[in-house]
């Protein structure tokens, strides 16, 4: 551990940062673009389920990612490449000692490593002192996924185009009873499944909020995964219930948390899963703003 790194955080901060979920509420495929990805239409809101970043700034250089995880080399792990990417980018001489404390489920669809990638940018930004506003971090985590600058935006959206064009909203901020099943789902693979539905009508927001949520990849991952077909079923028999993304995870609605949690003890007791709220603002800007606020309070908080 670097000795000299608690005279870099500003006083008064915390060490421990949240790296929150999300759940796209609908997604609708649109159509295929000449390159080859997706235009789409989907409703990101987060949910108070989280990782969490320990991040203590260091004097050199280096970057020190811990635990280890199995089978992935440091240099693929998103978080490594979110820090050296700010760091090349602001050519900044520091460094950052992170440890993951890892609570969501990879491959679930619910943006574990993209909120990872998109905490580290955020809070490193921070301690490090670099000055970028979300625009110029949301450009930087777009080359680390699509998912990542809904993340570093911090707020509830409806996305268009292949997810880059972001329009803030509020829906209501429900319970979700999330299941992960056995199972890890190809991105990918999904996007190119013939089945694929592709020709979904855009429609204006307004409108689809008024609609039953849908997700166009649901169909496809439940041909092609069981288990994901089994927990979706076992959901529907007791709420509204679908596909969030293109991952493992899905999930049933709830007025209040009572409800979800009286179906969630019901689940059958091998499957993963838990009852979490659902949140317009990421609990990371909200702690951001929260310290920014008492170190620098007539500096624009995100500007």
Not at 194 to 206: D, G, I, N, Q, W
């Amino acid at each position: 551990m670097n000795t000299q790194a608690n005279s870099l955080t500003p006083a008064h901060w915390p060490s421990r940062f949240p790296s929150p979920a999300k759940l796209n509420l609908f997604l609708y495929i649109n159509g295929r673009l000449p390159n080859g990805y997706h235009e789409l239409q989907t409703l990101f809101q987060f949910i108070d389920i989280c990782d969490w970043l320990t991040i203590t700034p260091r004097t050199d250089n280096e970057i020190h990612i811990t635990p280890e995880i199995a089978d992935l080399p440091v240099e693929q792990n998103l978080i490594y490449r979110a820090a050296k990417l700010l760091q090349q980018h602001c050519q900044c001489p520091l460094g950052a000692d992170i440890q993951l404390e890892k609570n969501l489920p990879m491959g679930g669809g619910i943006g574990g490593g993209s909120s990872n990638a998109a905490t580290a940018l955020l809070v490193l930004n921070e301690l490090w002192q670099c000055g970028l506003t979300l625009e110029q971090l949301s450009a930087l985590g777009l080359q680390l996924g699509a998912d990542v600058p809904i993340f570093i935006h911090g707020h509830a959206a409806f996305a268009e185009g292949v997810g880059e064009k972001l329009q803030h909203c509020n829906p209501p901020e429900k319970y979700y009873l999330l299941l992960k099943p056995d199972a890890f789902v190809s991105t990918p693979a999904v996007f190119k499944h013939p089945e694929l539905p592709r020709t979904t009508p855009k429609r204006a927001l307004e409108e689809l909020l008024q609609t039953n949520f849908a997700n166009d990849c649901e169909k496809v991952v439940c041909l092609t995964y069981p288990a994901v077909e089994k927990a979706l079923q076992w959901l529907l028999q007791y709420a509204p219930a679908r596909l969030t993304g293109t991952g493992a995870c899905v999930f049933a609605e709830f007025a209040d948390e009572s409800s979800a949690q009286a179906v969630f003890r019901q689940k059958p007791a091998d499957w993963q899963g838990f009852v979490a709220r659902g949140m317009n603002v990421s609990p990371l800007h909200s702690l951001l703003a929260r310290y920014r606020a008492e170190t620098a309070p007539n500096k624009p908080i995100f500007s």
